[in-house]
């Protein structure tokens, strides 16, 4: 396997699992605010990102590479509303679109088909990641201080289940 394509899955691992702890810092922040639907929410989007983290590791097993955890940085403890959690959660996705796209153009570079195919999956998810959180971003931003609007998309947000 390519050395760069190697490197650059190896350390997505460590940034999905980085992702899928940022998550659940915020669930916990949505549990402190009453909020348990948001909260719920980011704890779905926190297994999801451990499942995308496996699946690195997974490919990178099978094509009979090693696998080399490295250590995941501290989440942000503190937000100022659940506004903000939203705005960093959509910068996080986009971050995690240029990583996934950088990989791909690795893959491309280095002639490797498998990893190619592999990334296609992350890639269509990407779409749905900036999506969903755009438009939760979106819909908050809209509510702005309505405490009545806030709880009724935190009933509509804790609906969301797990795959
Ligand atoms: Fe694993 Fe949210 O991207």
Redesign the pocket.
Known sequence: MDSKVYELMNDQIKH?FY?AYMYLSMSAFCETENLPGFASWLKV?AA??QE?ALKFYEHLLDRGQKVNLKAIEQPPVKFASVKEVFEQVYAH?QK?TALINNIYMAALEAKDAASQIFLQW?IT??VE?EKNSSAILDMVTKLGSSVGGLYQLDHQLGKRKGD
């Open positions: 999905e992702s989007q999801e990102e995308h996705e995690v992350f998810e990407q990641e």
